[in-house]
């Protein structure tokens, strides 16, 4: 399949520090990693995946998120 968007992947502290990120740009693939017990303590993370550029407003853009 032809990749249509290109994507951002931010992953947010409870603080609201973005503690790690990724950019695609015409990639299919984007991997973040962090320890929260290193420095951000416990509480809420936040996942936020954007589009950065569609083929157009119909395209309907297709993600999965896995975490350990």
């Known amino acids: 399949d ?3 968007a290109d994507l951002t992947l931010s992953v947010y502290a409870p ?3 973005c503690v790690a990120s990724a950019m695609s740009f ?3 693939l984007l991997v973040v990693e962090f320890d ?3 420095h951000y ?3 809420t993370y936040i996942i936020e995946v954007k589009v950065q550029e ?3 407003d119909e395209t309907t853009v ?3 998120l896995a975490w350990r």
């Open 2 to 4: 032809m990749l249509i």
């Open 15 to 17: 603080v609201g520090e």
């Open 26 to 28: 015409g990639k299919n």
């Open 36 to 38: 929260p017990t290193l």
């Open 41 to 43: 303590g416990p509480g």
């Open 54 to 56: 569609e083929a157009d």
């Open 62 to 64: 297709n993600f999965g």
